[in-house]
């Protein structure tokens, strides 16, 4: 494939555009990175990275001379390639918001012309239509200037995760390419050709995984490309749900999820990915993807019974936490209560729709003194809620010290070796540790003098699951199949 290096500008530097940014400048494009934050630019420029995403300093110094930020739009003038990557978060109705979407058309209008060929491409999750929109919108706005541009829009959704989103732009499973128009279809295939056909020199911060398949390029039309963004979200998320609901269950008749989600996740049909029951998904996606695909089924007066389930469920496991408190302590109001981990997910400091946030709140509310730790979200937290009396501690033995109950919220790594009797020896009470990650050995928790509680794992209480597992850990040195 004959290839060139474009020049691309990206509309948005948040999550998406700035790893999106960095990464194509990594792979030898020249990117200029436009958001209106401009606190973001001025970090930006100073070489720092406004959010916390492994890998993204590293990158920003070595592609530094392709790399450009700035608060201004000229830069779109010279561009082949104009990313939209603004937020489109949940309006109230649950549709997404697309107001910064069209503000942020509506500036690029200005620098579309027909000197060369350019495409716009929206990169935010959008719901269908939205492309179609976009053109609409720069095609009329062109009108009233009376000026004509050499333009296509195209959809391209992303897929990265959050905490891993330096390794999935360079590793993706697929690229997906929405578009009408076969030039706007060939500049996007040109553009990510380095990372189609892997070859790029792999940066030292994000190395190749051995034995990396080539990533699938599918091409469709744009509102295929709309919908499996949101398809791909909402059965993720209804994956975590489905087993949160088995996991109730599990806890009625006495099981052990841990156990029957292994048993089930190595039926190749299934998989294990997205079987860990706790006490739910957050963060910044999947709750309003889920909401805005909902609302697009209601434009059609059609239903979507699983998506809605999947998100009843979901709600239904914060509180879940809350009750499995209420089960151990009794009384809840005038307790010291622990949280260990606030951000939604590990390595990231984003705490958009985390499920700390509902727990401090309904904590709060209930007369408890709330204790946090949190690696690295802490500062994001006392932003989100400064009127709150959260106590943020600087490890988490400070966290443990006077705790009644000490609730895992997010499985950072650092929190799988956790020092469950020093943990012990600091509480108080009945020291009940609330397992929301199921990722604590019960039986270890136990014998260290916690009341271990975790999600659909009354089964421990027979000591055959983790029992099993420690035994065959012991006897063979590995880890048990499917562990
Ligand atoms: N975060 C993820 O994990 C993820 C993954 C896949 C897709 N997405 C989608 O990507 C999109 C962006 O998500 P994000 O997490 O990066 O959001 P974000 O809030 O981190 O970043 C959005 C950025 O856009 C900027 N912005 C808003 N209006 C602007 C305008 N008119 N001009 C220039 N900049 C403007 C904001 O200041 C902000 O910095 C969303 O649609 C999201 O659903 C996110």
């Not at 990464?23 to 990275?49: F, N, P, Y």
């Not at 330096?166 to 996007?188: C, M, Q």
């Not at 059609?300 to 999947?310: D, N, Q, R, V, W």
């Not at 959260?390 to 499985?411: K, N, R």
Request: aromatic fraction near 8%.
């Amino acid at each position: 494939m004959s290839r060139k290096n474009l020049k691309v500008c990206i509309v948005g530097t948040g999550y998406v555009g700035l790893t999106t940014g960095v990464c194509l400048a990594g792979i030898g494009h020249d990117v200029v990175c436009i958001d209106i934050d401009e606190k973001k630019i001025r970090m930006l420029k100073a070489g720092q990275s406004p959010i916390y995403e492994p890998g993204i300093e590293d990158l920003l110094k070595v592609a530094a001379d392709k790399l450009s930020f700035t608060t201004q739009y000229t830069d779109c003038k010279d561009a082949d390639v104009i990313i939209l990557a603004v937020g489109t978060p949940s309006a109230k109705s649950g549709k997404a918001d697309l107001s910064y979407m069209e503000a942020a058309v509506t500036e690029i209008v200005n620098y579309l012309h027909g000197e060369k060929f350019q495409v716009v491409v929206n990169k935010s999750t959008v719901p269908v239509g939205t492309a179609q929109r976009t053109e609409m919108i720069i095609s009329s706005i062109l009108h009233k200037q009376n000026r004509q541009a050499n333009f296509a829009v195209a959809s391209n959704p992303e897929f990265l995760r959050e905490g891993l989103a330096v390794h999935d732009t360079f590793y993706p499973d697929r690229i997906v390419i929405g578009a009408k128009n076969t030039e706007a279809l060939n500049s996007l295939r040109n553009m990510y050709a380095p990372l189609l056909e892997q070859t790029f020199a792999a940066p030292k911060a994000c190395p190749r995984p051995e034995g990396f398949p080539l990533p699938a390029l599918i091409t469709t039309d744009v509102t295929s490309a709309e919908m499996i963004k949101y398809a791909a979200n909402s059965f993720l998320a209804t994956k975590i749900s489905y087993i949160n609901e088995i996991s109730g269950l599990c806890e009625k008749v006495g099981a052990d999820v841990t156990e029957v989600a292994r048993g089930i996740g190595l039926d190749k049909r299934i998989g294990s990915r997205f079987l860990q029951a706790g006490v739910g998904w957050g963060g910044s996606c999947f709750g309003k993807d889920t909401a805005a695909i909902i609302n697009t089924g209601l434009e059609y007066a059609y239903e979507m019974p699983i998506i809605s389930a999947a998100v009843a469920v979901n709600k239904r496991q914060r509180s879940r936490m809350i009750e499995k408190l209420q089960e151990s302590l009794k009384v809840v109001r005038g307790r010291t209560i622990g949280l260990l981990g606030l951000s939604f997910k590990p390595d990231t400091d984003d705490l958009r729709d985390a499920p700390a946030l509902d727990i401090i709140r309904y904590l709060v509310e209930m007369g408890a003194r709330v204790k946090a730790f949190d690696p690295i979200a802490m500062p994001n937290c006392k932003a989100y809620y400064p009127e709150l009396a959260v106590e943020y501690t600087d490890d988490v033995l400070q966290l443990a010290s006077g705790c009644d109950a000490v609730l895992l919220i997010t499985e950072w790594d650092e929190f799988r070796r956790l020092p469950l009797e020093q943990l012990a020896e600091r509480m108080t009470g009945s020291k009940v540790f609330v397992d929301g990650r199921n990722i604590v050995d019960p039986g270890v928790a136990q014998e260290a003098g916690l009341l271990y509680i975790g999600f659909g794992r009354s089964g421990y209480e027979s000591g055959w699951g983790y029992n099993w597992r420690r035994f065959h850990r012991q006897l063979t040195g590995k880890q048990a199949v499917g562990e």
